[in-house]
Nanobody, 115 residues
Framework: VQLVESGGGLVQAGGSLRLSCAASGFTFWWYDMSWFRQAPGKERELVASISSAGSSTSYADSVKGRFIISRDNPKNTVSLQMNSLKPEDTAVYYC?????????WGQGTQVTVSS
């Protein structure tokens, strides 16, 4: 099983980034997918989730209206479009796959937003 994130980097406040996660080794379209983030000294938090078929999404209040999660089941990918970025969005972003008790994590990608 592999979840490989990409797209992180350094961006100025107000800018945009698009994170992608490529999945392999499991039946991707069975799994709900999520993005989590963890800032230094803080607990990992849920940012956004999308259902297995892509018909339902949810967001943390802190990113609602700025971030969009999407998935492409034929390509086994999930993405997070991040707009109007703020310094407080700085964190390592992790891709997560979950089906009942089966949970997989990516290695994370760093997002740094400068003020």
């Amino acid at each position: 099983v592999q979840l490989v994130e990409s797209g992180g980097g350094l961006v100025q406040a107000g800018g945009s980034l698009r994170l992608s996660c490529a999945a392999s080794g499991f039946t991707f379209w069975w799994y709900d997918m999520s993005w989590f983030r963890q800032a230094p000294g803080k607990e990992r938090e849920l940012v956004a989730s999308i259902s297995s078929a892509g018909s339902s999404t949810s967001y943390a209040d802190s990113v609602k209206g700025r971030f969009i999660i999407s998935r492409d089941n034929p390509k086994n990918t999930v993405s997070l479009q991040m707009n109007s970025l703020k310094p407080e969005d700085t964190a390592v972003y992790y891709c997560n796959a979950q089906l009942y008790s089966n949970i997989y994590w990516g290695q994370g990608t760093q997002v740094t937003v400068s003020s």
